[in-house]
């Protein structure tokens, strides 16, 4: 069974603070990796991707992809309250299949 | 542009009733999918069409039947509704393959009873 496994959270963090969220994937033939944001009642929406080793940034958000230890993780930079939701995490061995993880809750103190 | 939108939005079924969850998108693409979300599980893919006039199974087909109308619009019928089914079931499109964004349309909250 292909897994992608994030902590449920929730991840409580202050405004202005680094929010890190993590998640691991056991399928070693995944080649596209996603962030996606839920709002609570919402649909998913895709805030980061990331195909290679290494970072990714864009804005306040960095992506870091690390396969030989098949882990991929999201940062969050100067968190604000708007950024509380459940983050998911898929992986995608390409074609047309992706693998969900459950997703972490994130709350952003004021 | 709508994106991808989905009816109904909410609906309740009784056990062995069947429906039709309607999906489009108006953004060309190729790829188009169907998940089931239930909580603590994440987002499960029932059924996928690659492009107009195929569709595959997913992780989770059994109960569920997809028909791809034509480019735009990518319907899933429940034939003998079960509580098992009780979800949010999402509809979603891609330019073309998993390895594009996927574009999410509002999801249907499904209670079978």
């Known amino acids: 069974q292909k897994e992608v496994e994030q902590n449920s959270g929730p991840l409580s963090v202050p405004e202005g603070a680094i929010a890190s969220l993590n998640c691991t994937y056991s399928?070693?033939?995944?080649?596209?990796f996603f962030w996606y944001r839920q709002y609570s009642g919402k649909s998913p929406e895709l805030i980061m991707f990331?195909?290679?080793?290494g970072d990714k940034e864009d804005g306040r958000f960095t992506a870091q992809l690390n396969k030989a230890s098949q882990y991929v993780s999201l940062l969050i930079r100067d968190s604000q309250p708007s950024d509380s939701a459940t983050y998911l995490c898929a992986a995608s061995p390409g074609g047309f299949k992706t693998i969900f993880g459950a997703g972490t809750r994130l709350f952003v103190k004021a | 542009n709508a994106g991808v939108t989905q009816t109904p939005k909410f609906q309740v079924l009784k056990t062995g009733q069947s429906m039709t969850l309607q999906c489009a998108q108006d953004m060309n693409h190729n790829s188009m999918y169907w998940y089931r979300q239930d909580p603590g599980m994440g987002l499960r893919l029932i059924y996928y069409?690659?492009?107009?006039?195929?569709?595959d199974k997913g992780e989770v087909p059994n109960g569920y039947n997809v028909s791809r109308l034509n480019k735009r619009e990518f319907s899933l019928r429940l034939e003998s509704a079960a509580p098992s089914q009780t979800s949010v079931y999402f509809c979603?499109?891609?330019?073309?393959?998993?390895?594009?964004?996927?574009?999410f349309g509002p999801g249907t909250r499904l209670t079978v009873l």
């Open positions: 979603a499109s891609s330019e073309r393959g998993a390895d594009n964004e996927q574009f």
């Open positions: 990331i195909y290679s080793n």
């Open positions: 069409s690659a492009s107009e006039g195929t569709t």
């Open positions: 399928d070693r033939g995944s080649q596209s």
